[in-house]
Nanobody
Framework: QEQLAESGGGLVQSGGSLRLSCVVS????????TAWFRQAPRKEREFVAA????????YAADSVKGRFTISRDEARKTMYLQMNSLKPEDTAVYYC????????????????????WGQGTQVTVSS
């Protein structure tokens, strides 16, 4: 069984919307943050947004603020990324991740705190 499983990717036109989901199959007790990262071809994996599992406190990269919203449903053990006003530069494989290690602020933007990763889901935005 996959520990984290993303879904919801696809092809969308510029200006369109998608909602990604990530089912968290690991024990969420002790999970500090879950997050979305993305990786475009020939680029480094980059932080998109994170949410503190217990409180719902969120962080988001400047490039997606005002367009993307991260949320989670504790009962369903599912995290979401609502993506609106999509741009071609949002094209990437999107990964969900979960951290048992504490992080705060920009520390949560790095990949190192995250212990679990999903397989990724492709998002393609056409111009």
């Amino acid at each position: 069984q996959e520990q984290l499983a993303e879904s919801g990717g696809g092809l969308v036109q510029s200006g369109g919307s998608l909602r990604l989901s990530c089912v968290v199959s690991v024990d969420t007790f002790g999970i500090y943050y879950t997050a979305w990262f993305r990786q475009a071809p020939r680029k480094e994996r980059e932080f998109v947004a994170a949410i503190r599992w217990s409180t719902g406190f969120t962080y988001a990269a400047d490039s997606v603020k005002g367009r993307f919203t991260i949320s989670r449903d504790e009962a369903r053990k599912t995290m979401y990324l609502q993506m609106n006003s999509l741009k071609p530069e949002d094209t990437a494989v999107y990964y969900c991740a979960a951290a048992r290690n504490y992080c705060s602020g920009y520390g949560c933007y790095a990949t190192e705190p995250y212990d679990y990763w999903g397989q990724g889901t492709q998002v393609t935005v056409s111009s």
